[in-house]
């Protein structure tokens, strides 16, 4: 009988990539991925801990499979699994809790699950000094594939959890990404998003030291990738250079995703990010300028300990000048084990929520706003999975949604499409062939 197994993430594009690579590792030996709702023997969680609600929906999934089905064997991976692993192991139904670096070699701890007790498998991460590069031919079920670079971060953010998490930032070697991105550009997929905890860091503890812009290269004259996505980067490395040869290439997609996290200085300083509102504001408008047609979007986390109604008004006023054209915006959430979480003046989370809202508003507008812009225009996009009120749902390369008739185009396809009227924040639109 073919073993089954269901594998379900949490959390951020590398958490999604190691999924797609751990679910390809098992099908190549036999397993088959049926989905979660029909509560297979083993299901993997790939969990995330960049909040308090993360850790929570984590613990559901697995208390669902076991409800599912009461001899399911649960292995649990991921950020949560790294800092957390005894209280995880001691969920019922709980067979293994593998580390991040483990999760690298996952095949490999895939032992002995019928234990009576659960088995923990993590190390040290703060250890980890090689990111080895989780191979992957094609990302399942999605038209886009991730391709991680990166791993780990050194940058120690008051609020985040993330480097006791991921460990001290080491990237993969430069030939590697550049045979991976070779590999899902060969299997279909129209567009490759370059991912990783803190990418803009990416080749510094390479031998010889490399970059990100180096990388671009490398993968512009050793793939034919059609569409290359850049995940976030920190606003502290998109020197000059990189932002030229951005915006001299149209294969890369104009859509930067730049960390801002408040705009206020005093919060920035609390929360050990090194950077002033002034510089941010700068590096924005020089991106503007450069390319008039970039999508420009913000992380922001509201509620920071010690924010007050002031310094909160002050970052909505900067943000509202910014030339930025859409804002993903968090509630501070505390953190156990990281500086802020210690900070006084924690802000109540009602008032961290009501912030959020204001700024999300905000977000919308700059949104609706910079969509507008291109009814009567062309866009190239990519078609994603699932309709959206029976209509197709495509992603431009400045990252709009852009919908059309569900006949005229298949997932994965990548169609230029004359833009037609507006549709919430996003666009709808005719092919144009
Ligand atoms: S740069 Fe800061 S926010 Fe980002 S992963 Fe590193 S510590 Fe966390």
Redesign the pocket.
Known sequence: MTRQFSIVTLGCKTNQFESAAISEQLQKVGYRNVPFEEGPDLVIVNTCTVTAATDSQSRNLIRRAQRLNNKVRVVVTGCYAQVDAESLAALPGVALVIGNQEKEDFLHHLTDLDDDQARIAVSDISRAEQARPMALTSFEHRSRAFVQIQNG?D???SY?I??YARGRSRSVALQEVVSQVGRLTESGHAEVVLTG??IGNYGQDLVPATSLLELLRAIRSGTGVRRLRLGSV?PTEIPVELRAYIAENDWICPHYHI?LQAGDDDILKRMNRHYLTSFFADLLTDIRQRQPQAAIGLDLIVGFPGETEDSFERSLSLIRTLPATHLHVFPYSRRPGTPAADMPDQVPGHVAKERAARLRQLGEEKQRAFARTFIGQELEIVIEGGLHKGLRKGLSQNYLSVYLPEDQARIGECHKVKIEAAMGEGLLGSINN
Do not use: G, L, M
């Open positions: 971060c940058a120690f953010c985040c993330i480097p905890i803190h920190e960390p």
